[in-house]
């Protein structure tokens, strides 16, 4: 900024100077206001959900809302006392209350027990698709780094790869339907949701793998070549390994893209609502082709096809508050080790 | 590559292994196999577009179908009647307007208590219900009408299922019970006769409409006021217009035949330029994607509006204004914001901010602002605003590289010769990265148009065109998107009906559209790149 020595002949700002300080502090307020509404929005769905997810007593952490399925709640008036309790309860208490039977209760769907199967399902389809995408993505960006010479043809590839970071996500939604659930025939299942996923954030894998390769000095693999090593001796003993870290750390961004996106695995591999756990098939291969329940497809249902009040708040914003802070966790995850790695790998 | 060079001269040969796989050596079997991978994504590329098609190709041929018998059925030529009716009925959701504005009138102008003032406008409830009764002839033609053409199209719509069963009775070779589907096919002549014959009762009915319009607007009460007696003189002028308009109809109705072919063309164009989406209806389905794009649009415009000045102003800062500690400090912030999930974005819209923004709208002192205050939490202006925060990131990241790429000798010259570092920033560094700003800009478009879980949850869902009449307000009405339509449609649609291939249509348009602002994009920035020398 202007270095402002006090001396007896410094004369008033001038009035260009004045409207120059003006103008920066209006960029600053931009983007000051940025990060404000981020705040916002996290600060929100923090302090809301934070509700539900902690509690007062002893182990502090609501545990049934992460180890339960979603029941529907009961809410009723029983002997002046105001009753809140879900499905199974419910239907004990009325067991052992036989006065209780016919008590008139409101009821709202998911809004009692956890988002176990929520958790597990996000967890499993970012796995799987993450597998895929590394699998296929590095692979890509080994090729093009290493192997390929410019062209026709690797100019073809980076194009698709630029067009396809483009594309939609519902498109892909739609690709996914098209082809793994009524072509393949695989029906709504983790399978469809992993394929459809992993191309998904296929271009964000090869763009953060090829980054890192390129990182890896020439010397390497001149050094290698050099000993007389083969090609495929010198990216599998002297490149890939010095990429590795970059290339992990990368695509930890295109985990949380996977995790939060809701319109590609609305046909693929989300359902509303399921009894089983993904573990509970009878037969091994019966598990790939089975839904899931999502966390961000359970935040859509349960902010969009129930209402709003008070109790279904609680479990709209306890599961908003733990996606979210899943997505954050991974996101810092990434900023961190970038941040790391820049500083301990210095050639 | 280097190993296989001197494959000429055996005796320099150090291969490890002989190993063979079509007369490949093991490392160009490796070499195949990530060649392989990199050509993915052109196979996805171009499966998502085969996939597409082939699920949506289906839809101009279905949908010319649906166009066939809607004139064979004979709802076109009930049509024509109807539309003079909704234009009646037009004009008198403009009487009931004007009726709340000469209502606030006496009662804030004039200080009336609420009785006095709806006795003021006694006359005037009286004018405007025998205009509202004035079109019954036309009503009763119309509604007798529409049971016996959706009588004509629902037998045929129950024939052409018969022959689907039959079809499919055949296709698994129970020849007798196909054999005992009866079809009878519908004739069409003999059924439009009935209807064909009622043109001279509705030139009667029309008749009939007309004399009753123009004596009872002869008798349009006068109006307390100026500014309402030219609302009032407004009425009257487009009430001319209206019956002006009952000749072309009649001429509609005489020259219709309904055994004109439906033109392919008009399978696209009902489509590309058909301002109605309506599915599921009793009357006729009609599949006009321009309600969807014009929301699309409308909400990606605003959330663009909001996000290019942070966006690119946030760039400014930190690039070239920010200390080293709040550059440090805010790049990794904004990429944090742009990892919040959008579905969660979205909740928080319904759940917070639309309730904020209509609380703010009521504010007294901010009634000024067009549209303000409202009543739909739900609207384009909701779903802009949440947009915006997720095109800021994006804009924010891309700009910010632009502004990066300025070689530094550009900066030092300008101050070299003594400009201050707005002018700097402003005329030099500004203008030297533009070509990266602009594609910063459409790739954030790129990414809003494409948004789907915001919009579906946040844009209020009503498929309409907003109506532009209202000016700037127009914001605060709610919307249907592209993208909001095929998640919401997709997972109740019958599998291959005309609705589920109207879907891969719009995913077509959209798959197309991106690709598009992607090519302007990149086209952009190579054609306008300043030459770093």
């Known amino acids: 900024m202007s270095a402002a020595a006090t001396h007896p002949f410094q004369t008033q700002p001038s009035a260009a100077r004045r409207s120059e300080s003006a103008i920066f502090w209006l960029f600053r307020g931009a983007t000051y206001f940025v990060l404000l509404c981020g705040a916002v929005v ?91 995408a590394l699998t296929l993505g590095v692979s890509a960006a080994v090729y093009l780094n290493e192997y390929a010479r410019d062209g026709t043809f690797i100019r073809f590839v980076r194009l698709a790869i630029l067009n396809l970071a483009g594309v939609p996500s519902i498109v892909f939604g739609l690709f996914g339907f098209g082809m793994f659930v009524i072509f393949f025939g695989w029906n ?80 693929t591999a989300a359902y509303v609502v399921r009894d089983k756990l993904p573990w509970q098939v009878d037969h091994f291969s019966d598990f790939f082709f089975q839904g899931v329940m999502a966390l961000p497809y359970h935040i859509y249902v349960v902010s969009s096809k ?42 | 590559m280097a190993s296989s060079a001197p494959a000429d001269d055996t005796h320099f040969i150090a291969y490890k292994g002989s190993f063979r796989l079509f007369g490949l050596t093991l490392d160009d079997c490796i070499r195949v196999f990530f060649g392989g991978n990199a050509v993915v994504s052109i196979i996805v590329l171009a499966l998502i577009t085969y996939f597409l098609f082939r699920e949506g190709s289906g839809f101009f041929g279905q949908n010319r179908d649906n166009l066939t018998v809607y004139r064979h059925a004979g709802l076109e030529y009930v049509d024509f009647i109807r539309t003079q009716q909704d234009d009646h009925a037009a004009l008198t959701r403009y009487l009931s307007d004007l009726r709340v504005r000469q209502f606030n009138f006496y009662t804030k102008d004039k200080g009336l208590s609420l009785a006095a003032a709806n006795a003021a406008l006694v006359g005037f409830d009286d ?16 509604s007798d009408l529409t049971e016996q053409t959706t009588a004509i199209k629902e037998r045929f719509t129950v024939m052409e299922d018969k022959k689907v069963e039959r079809t499919q009775l055949l296709a698994v070779g129970k020849e007798a019970e196909a054999a005992a589907v009866r079809i009878v096919p519908i004739d069409f002549v003999a059924e439009l006769k009935p209807i064909l014959g009622t043109l001279p009762a509705y030139r009667e009915a029309s008749a009939d409409f007309a004399k009753r319009l123009t004596a009872v607007l002869a008798e349009a009460p006068a109006m307390p006021a100026s500014e309402l007696q030219t609302r009032m003189d407004r009425f009257q002028q487009l009430n001319a217009e209206y019956m002006a308009g009952f000749p072309a109809v009649t001429r509609n109705l005489e020259t219709w035949d309904f055994n004109k072919p439906v033109p392919v063309t008009q399978a696209f164009s009902s489509f590309l330029f058909g301002r109605q989406w309506l599915t599921a209806s009793f009357w006729q389905d009609w599949y006009g994607v321009i309600p969807l794009v014009v929301g699309s649009v409308m909400v990606s415009l605003v959330a663009l509006i909001i996000a290019v000045p942070l966006g690119v102003g946030s760039a400014i800062y930190i690039n070239q204004i920010a200390t080293p500690l709040e550059q440090k400090f805010i790049k990794p912030c904004i990429e944090f914001i742009s990892a919040i999930p959008s579905v969660v974005l979205g909740f928080f819209g319904i759940a917070v901010l639309g309730q904020a923004l209509r609380a703010l709208s009521q504010v007294a002192w901010l009634s000024w602002v067009p549209g303000f205050p409202y009543s739909e939490r739900l609207n384009i202006l909701t779903a802009g605003c949440l947009l915006a925060l997720i095109a800021v990131p994006t804009i924010f990241t891309l700009a910010e590289d632009a502004l990066n790429n300025v070689p530094r000798a550009f900066k030092e010259a300008s101050f ?39 919009v579906l949850l946040c844009a209020g869902n009503r498929i309409a065109i907003p109506d532009f009449t209202a000016g700037l307000a127009v914001i605060t009405q709610p919307v249907h998107t592209m993208t909001g339509i095929i998640a919401q449609e997709m997972g109740e649609v019958v599998h291959g009906s005309i609705h589920y291939r109207a879907l891969f249509v719009v995913g077509m348009l959209l798959f197309f559209l991106s690709l598009a602002i992607n090519y302007a994009a990149q086209r952009i920035v190579r054609r306008y790149r300043i030459s770093i020398g």
């Open chain 1, 42 to 132: 996290f600060l929100n769905i923090f302090v809301k959900g934070s509700r539900t997810v902690f509690q007062t007593k002893a182990p502090f952490v609501n545990t049934a809302f992460f180890t339960e399925s979603p029941e529907s709640l009961y809410v009723f008036q029983w002997q002046g006392q105001k009753m809140e309790l879900g499905d199974k309860e419910f239907r004990a208490f009325k067991e052992k209350n036989p006065a209780a039977a016919n008590v008139k209760a409101e009821s709202y769907v998911y809004c009692a027990g956890g988002i176990f199967p929520c958790i597990v399902g996000t967890v499993l389809l970012v796995v799987g698709s993450m597998t895929i």
């Open chain 1, 188 to 267: 709504v299942s983790l399978l469809a949701g992993w394929f459809t996923l992993a191309f998904m954030v296929l271009p964000v894998v090869i763009t953060a793998s090829e980054e890192s390769l390129k990182a890896v000095p020439k010397g390497f693999r001149e050094g290698s070549l050099a000993l007389g090593a083969t090609k495929w001796q010198t990216i599998y003993k002297n490149v890939v390994p010095y990429a590795l870290p970059g290339i992990l750390t990368s695509s930890i961004l295109g985990i949380a893209r996977v995790a939060g996106e809701t319109a590609p695995i609305m046909f």
């Open chain 1, 306 to 347: 129930i209402p709003q009040n008070e109790y279904t708040e609680r479990v709209q914003y306890g599961t908003a508050f733990v996606f979210l802070l899943i997505v954050a966790l991974i996101a810092t995850a990434s900023i961190v080790l970038r941040s790391k790695l820049r500083n301990r790998y210095k050639w």
């Open chain 2, 127 to 142: 004018f405007a219900g025998q205009y509202g009764d004035s079109v019954e002839p036309i009503r009763t033609l119309v």
């Open chain 2, 416 to 454: 070299a010769l003594g400009a201050t570092r707005l002018q700097t920033i402003i005329r030099i560094i500004v203008p030297a990265s533009l070509s990266g700003i602009i594609s910063a800009v459409l790739l954030g478009l790129g990414r809003v148009i494409g948004e789907t879980m915001v």
